[in-house]
C-alpha cells in the first residue's frame, strides 16, 4: 500500500510563492509516474502537473509558466514550486501516482489578500 504525505502549504499573498512536498513510501518510487492534484471547495479534483520516470513534465493549461514539478527519487519525493499563485489556485493539493491510486490528507493552499 503506498501512502503519500504532503507538506508545505499554506496562507500566501496574490503573487506570492510556495513550494510543496510530498513523501511517498510503501512502494518502489522510481518506476512510478508522478502527478500533483488539486481539488477546489465544490469542484472536483484536478490534474494539475505530472513528472514521468523518463524526466518529461506536464501540466495544465491553468498553471503552465507558473508552477514547476520535480523529482528526487532518491528521496522518494515530489515537489511542486507554485509561483505567481492566484486566489483561484485555492485548493486542497494532493500527490500521486498517474494515473492515481488511493490518496493522502492532501495540503491546504490559500491565496488570499
Known amino acids: 500500500q503506498v501512502q503519500f504525505v504532503e507538506s508545505g502549504g499554506g496562507l500566501v499573498q496574490p503573487g506570492g510563492s510556495l513550494r510543496l512536498s510530498c513523501a511517498a513510501s510503501?512502494?518502489?518510487?522510481?518506476?512510478?509516474?508522478m502527478g500533483w492534484y488539486r481539488q477546489a471547495p465544490g469542484k472536483q479534483r484536478e490534474h494539475v502537473a505530472s513528472?514521468?520516470?523518463?524526466?518529461?513534465?506536464y501540466y495544465a493549461d491553468s498553471v503552465k509558466g507558473r508552477f514547476t514539478i520535480s523529482r528526487d527519487d532518491a528521496k522518494n519525493t515530489v515537489y511542486l514550486q507554485m509561483n505567481s499563485l492566484k486566489p483561484e489556485d485555492t485548493a486542497v493539493y494532493y500527490c500521486?501516482?498517474?494515473?492515481?491510486?488511493?490518496w493522502g490528507q492532501g495540503t491546504q493552499v490559500t491565496v488570499s489578500s
Open positions: 513528472a514521468t520516470t523518463g524526466g518529461s513534465t
Open positions: 510503501g512502494s518502489i518510487f522510481s518506476i512510478y509516474h
Open positions: 500521486n501516482n498517474v494515473p492515481p491510486g488511493s
